[in-house]
């Protein structure tokens, strides 16, 4: 094993469902493992809380089965994580956020249920950017910022990270995870999980899946259920999926998706297996690239890793075609004012009433609700409110547009 | 544009402008977007599930009921239904709304542009309705909220969800009404409506409909005046008196040289409008489209078959064929079918259950003494359920009983008040049958001359003194000998019969 300072210990295991299903690994072994490293690696926060407890239980049930020849499905008996805004009953889900730092859910989203009916450990819940809104490095949450396990000094400097919500970060020596969903992109990355769920609205799973070397996948919105996850934006927002390979990828994808009669904007597909084959034809498959895409900021390192894989299609026999998206131009804008407004309308519900973090100042409904919200969120997400109900007003150009929807 | 009915005031004539807005709370087992039950006076907080409590992460499922419910109604009004109609977010902050926002249709609501056609009253008799129409802006599906209770002395607010996300259809009509008294037989008509369908069972006490209303007065010939809004109005009673009171007290402003503010308003216990406290006079409520929800599609005979999902598809034109009788239709219907008065048919539609109970009757009885059972029901019949707080359908004497009752009333067999005395029994529990109770009871009339005979004879015989003012001065002093003779007989002669046979007496005796 190489000694330098900036290497990462990789954890290489494709055969690990083999070895599982062999009995060569026993669950509980791997799961071992993988709480060890996530211990050994505390200094990278990605986790904020941990099921190491209950996962030791369901190691050993799932380790039953795989026995008897009864596994429930390819995920049995595999460590996962979940980013910290999927509802899990009785485990603490704080969206990284003062608002609901104490909050525990009284049921579990969906996809996460889907997940360990297949048999997967839940391990932990991961750090992410306070509510999801902030800067892109996964540097806003309340727990402090989630730091790359690619370039970090290990043995130089084992510290621990202090979390509180000034965010006094001892080392500065660090590297971004990217973000939102950076916490699980580490996790998967430093194998303390072997898969994770990410949640991608604008690029929160895809972009640190990017920054730490992981599968990253944004499933088409509509494919899986949103039911449990703690929304930011309802219209864009997709469970996404966090791993070491495309195939493994494919495997959470196909268990977790599905319609659901709790989300009504999911959908039903005849076929949803999602099994890659061994050998892949893409002979004959139209390949589009979006003109607009190629903006004149574009980094040159980005522009060829593009060429490099419209070339790697079109040798396989892909048909590689241009193709115009011409509202490109306008997508940041949209992206940005629909953003805001449903992150406004959102995080309406949060006022310490039913649940959540609530204000002392008790002196008036309309004190209480001020307080708690001032309290509860950071100035970020107070930022991104206020524009959200501007955009909303009576008179604002956007209810024209809404109204013109209708017609 | 319907008669309008003028005002007197100081200054001169006035007119009134009124429109309503109505929610009335779907009659379904759970509610809107949620699956928890909707019960009315359940223990607080029972009846709330996580998406009521608007934990993060719920997301709003559309209850099929609800849905068919509010176009049911949209059908009964004339209402054009949407094909298509959107569901948006209306934002407020306040305690009863978990969320801080309401789910409701405001861009495009499930039906609009109907109508309803009602009787108003306008003599205090109520034979001489004359009709009115108002017209319906649009029906929505929306949200309700939950309950909060300020306790003043402790200073604090309990908030009760049970009622949260109860479904609610908003009536909104055209300012078609001039006067309490067509807003109170609006909104009467409709409760009738909306209880015969089935979709609310309309009980203005119980919160299931409340009726806002909006308010403004000018004088014939100008524009509409400044309005008011005057908020949940809970009985009938209190509609008229409560837009008469705000009628009377707009045009004393205004005569008096002031001006109406544009304001919500209250009512308090006595009818009168006050304005109410910490209501924000425009409050912009930023709404938004429900982006959990994707647009509401119906579908009709023609394109049912287009569906993919058939099982879950609405079919409006299945909807208009399940549609019962209206109560209007039914009123016609009566007069025309059983040659009663518009004004009988009007009572016995107005008590649930009645009319059916007068169509079976009818049905049962050999003769079509029409007359006589409308009266029977509408006076007897009534009479005891009222006093015992009863429903027609809470009625414990089956309809076989009530029609023996009545053909033994009819053929003479039983007198009126004997009729009275069998209901009695029977509503108080008795489980005989009819003929057994007319034996025990010696309920039967006595119809034999003889025996008629023997009772005034008796009559006769006791009160000598009677019968000489009867033959030398006053012949009516037989009414104290009939008096005797039905108080003998237990009112069981009938009493033309009894006065016949007396008088041939009293006649004999006066010729020996």
């Given at each position: 094993?190489?000694?330098?300072?900036?290497?990462?210990?990789?954890?290489?295991?494709?055969?690990?469902?083999?070895?599982?299903?062999?009995?060569?690994?026993?669950?509980?072994?791997?799961?071992?493992?993988?709480?060890?490293?996530?211990?050994?690696?505390?200094?990278?926060?990605?986790?904020?809380?941990?099921?190491?407890?209950?996962?030791?239980?369901?190691?050993?049930?799932?380790?039953?089965?795989?026995?008897?020849?009864?596994?429930?499905?390819?995920?049995?008996?595999?460590?996962?994580?979940?980013?910290?805004?999927?509802?899990?009953?009785?485990?603490?889900?704080?969206?990284?956020?003062?608002?609901?730092?104490?909050?525990?859910?009284?049921?579990?989203?969906?996809?996460?249920?889907?997940?360990?009916?297949?048999?997967?450990?839940?391990?932990?819940?991961?750090?992410?950017?306070?509510?999801?809104?902030?800067?892109?490095?996964?540097?806003?949450?309340?727990?402090?910022?989630?730091?790359?396990?690619?370039?970090?000094?290990?043995?130089?400097?084992?510290?621990?990270?202090?979390?509180?919500?000034?965010?006094?970060?001892?080392?500065?020596?660090?590297?971004?995870?990217?973000?939102?969903?950076?916490?699980?992109?580490?996790?998967?990355?430093?194998?303390?999980?072997?898969?994770?769920?990410?949640?991608?609205?604008?690029?929160?799973?895809?972009?640190?899946?990017?920054?730490?070397?992981?599968?990253?996948?944004?499933?088409?919105?509509?494919?899986?259920?949103?039911?449990?996850?703690?929304?930011?934006?309802?219209?864009?927002?997709?469970?996404?999926?966090?791993?070491?390979?495309?195939?493994?990828?494919?495997?959470?994808?196909?268990?977790?998706?599905?319609?659901?009669?709790?989300?009504?904007?999911?959908?039903?597909?005849?076929?949803?297996?999602?099994?890659?084959?061994?050998?892949?034809?893409?002979?004959?498959?139209?390949?589009?690239?979006?003109?607009?895409?190629?903006?004149?900021?574009?980094?040159?390192?980005?522009?060829?890793?593009?060429?490099?894989?419209?070339?790697?299609?079109?040798?396989?026999?892909?048909?590689?075609?241009?193709?115009?998206?011409?509202?490109?131009?306008?997508?940041?804008?949209?992206?940005?004012?629909?953003?805001?407004?449903?992150?406004?309308?959102?995080?309406?519900?949060?006022?310490?009433?039913?649940?959540g973090h609530r204000s002392q100042d008790h002196s008036s409904t309309e004190a209480?609700?001020?307080?708690?919200?001032?309290?509860?969120?950071?100035?970020?997400?107070?930022?991104?409110?206020f524009a959200g109900n501007f955009f909303l007003l009576r008179r604002s150009v956007l209810q024209i547009c809404f109204n013109l929807m209708t017609t | 544009m319907a008669a309008r009915n003028v005002m007197k005031g100081k200054t001169g004539d006035w007119l009134a402008v009124i429109g309503l807005e109505i929610h009335a709370q779907i009659a379904s087992h759970s509610k809107l977007f949620s699956g928890s039950k909707v019960k009315f006076m359940a223990p607080p907080n029972q009846l709330v599930s996580f998406f009521d409590a608007a934990l993060p992460g719920t997301l709003p499922v559309l209850n099929k009921y609800c849905v068919e419910a509010s176009i049911l109604t949209a059908l009964a009004l004339s209402c054009k239904i949407n094909k298509k109609s959107l569901f948006d977010r209306k934002h407020y902050f306040y305690a009863d709304m978990p969320a801080g926002y309401q789910i409701t249709q405001q861009r495009k609501p499930i039906a609009s542009n109907g109508h309803l056609l009602f009787n108003v009253y306008d003599d205090v008799k109520r034979e001489k309705p004359r009709r009115h129409r108002v017209n319906i802006k649009q029906i929505q599906l929306e949200q309700d909220s939950g309950k909060s209770l300020h306790d003043e002395e402790k200073q604090q607010t309990l908030v009760d969800l049970n009622r949260a996300g109860v479904g609610l259809m908003e009536l909104v009509t055209e300012p078609d009404m001039s006067n309490g008294k067509e807003a109170a037989a609006f909104v009467q008509e409709l409760q009738t409506i909306l209880e015969r369908i089935g979709t609310c069972n309309g009980k203005m006490a119980e919160g299931a409909l409340r009726v806002d209303a909006n308010i403004s007065v000018n004088k014939p010939g100008e524009p509409h005046g400044v309005r008011t809004e005057v908020k949940n109005i809970n009985s009938v009673r209190f509609v008229k008196n409560a837009i008469e009171y705000e009628i009377r007290r707009q045009i004393d402003v205004l005569e008096s040289g002031g001006t109406v503010v544009m304001e919500t308003r209250s009512l308090d216990d006595t009818g009168c409008t006050i304005p109410m406290r910490d209501k924000e006079d425009v409050l912009d409520y930023r709404f938004m489209p429900e982006p959990n929800l994707p647009p509401l599609v119906l579908y009709d005979d023609t394109t049912i078959n287009s569906t993919i999902c058939q099982e879950k598809a609405i079919n409006v034109d299945t909807l208009r064929r399940r549609m019962p009788e209206l109560p209007e239709d039914q009123r016609q219907r009566l007069t025309e079918d059983y040659g009663i008065t518009y004004s009988n048919a009007v009572k016995l539609v107005n008590e649930e259950g009645l009319a059916d109970l007068f169509e079976q009757l009818c049905t049962a009885s050999s003769r079509k003494e029409t007359k006589r059972l409308i009266n029977w029901c509408l006076i007897d019949i009534l009479k005891c359920l009222h006093q015992r707080n009863l429903t027609v359908k809470q009625s414990p004497i089956p309809v076989e009983k009530l029609s023996d009752i009545f053909s033994s009333l009819q053929s003479g067999e039983i007198s009126a008040k004997s009729a009275q005395k069998l209901l009695e029994l029977l509503f108080d529990g008795d489980s005989r049958s009819v003929s057994e109770i007319m034996d025990v009871e010696n309920l039967r009339q006595i119809t034999s001359e003889e025996e008629v005979l023997k009772f005034c004879t008796k009559a006769v015989n006791e009160e000598p003194d009677l019968v000489e003012v009867y033959q030398s001065r006053n012949k009516k002093v037989i009414n104290k000998l009939m008096g005797i003779v039905q108080m003998k007989s237990k009112g069981r002669i009938e009493p033309q019969l009894a006065k016949r046979i007396m008088e041939e007496l009293l006649e004999r005796r006066r010729r020996r």
């Open positions: 094993m190489h000694r330098s300072s900036y290497r990462l210990q990789a954890y290489q295991d494709p055969k690990l469902a083999k070895e599982l299903r062999s009995g060569e690994v026993s669950v509980s072994e791997l799961c071992n493992r993988c709480k060890e490293r996530a211990s050994k690696l505390n200094s990278l926060n990605a986790l904020v809380t941990t099921t190491f407890e209950q996962a030791e239980k369901h190691a050993l049930e799932s380790n039953q089965r795989i026995q008897s020849g009864n596994a429930r499905h390819i995920l049995d008996g595999i460590p996962f994580a979940v980013k910290d805004n999927f509802s899990t009953k009785g485990i603490r889900t704080t969206c990284a956020s003062k608002i609901l730092q104490n909050y525990i859910p009284a049921y579990t989203a969906t996809v996460v249920e889907k997940l360990e009916e297949c048999g997967a450990i839940l391990m932990a819940k991961q750090i992410w950017m306070n509510l999801q809104w902030g800067d892109s490095g996964c540097t806003d949450s309340i727990f402090g910022p989630t730091r790359n396990p690619w370039l970090y000094p290990y043995k130089e400097r084992e510290v621990t990270v202090q979390r509180s919500d000034t965010q006094e970060v001892q080392d500065t020596d660090w590297f971004i995870s990217g973000g939102s969903s950076g916490g699980s992109a580490v996790a998967v990355a430093t194998g303390m999980v072997l898969g994770a769920l990410g949640s991608d609205t604008g690029g929160s799973t895809r972009m640190p899946a990017s920054i730490c070397g992981v599968v990253g996948l944004k499933p088409t919105y509509g494919l899986s259920s949103r039911h449990g996850l703690i929304p930011l934006v309802n219209s864009v927002d997709v469970p996404g999926v966090l791993s070491k390979t495309v195939d493994d990828a494919a495997v959470i994808l196909g268990a977790m998706c599905g319609a659901d009669p709790l989300d009504s904007t999911t959908v039903s597909l005849p076929d949803q297996s999602f099994q890659l084959p061994d050998e892949i034809d893409i002979k004959g498959l139209k390949v589009g690239i979006p003109q607009e895409y190629h903006s004149p900021r574009l980094e040159e390192e980005v522009l060829q890793s593009w060429s490099k894989a419209a070339d790697l299609f079109e040798n396989a026999g892909a048909k590689v075609i241009p193709v115009s998206l011409p509202h490109t131009q306008y997508s940041l804008a949209c992206y940005s004012v629909l953003c805001a407004v449903e992150v406004a309308s959102n995080m309406a519900r949060y006022d310490g009433i039913e649940f209480l609700y001020a307080a708690s919200r001032h309290e509860g969120f950071n100035q970020v997400v107070r930022g991104r409110i | -």
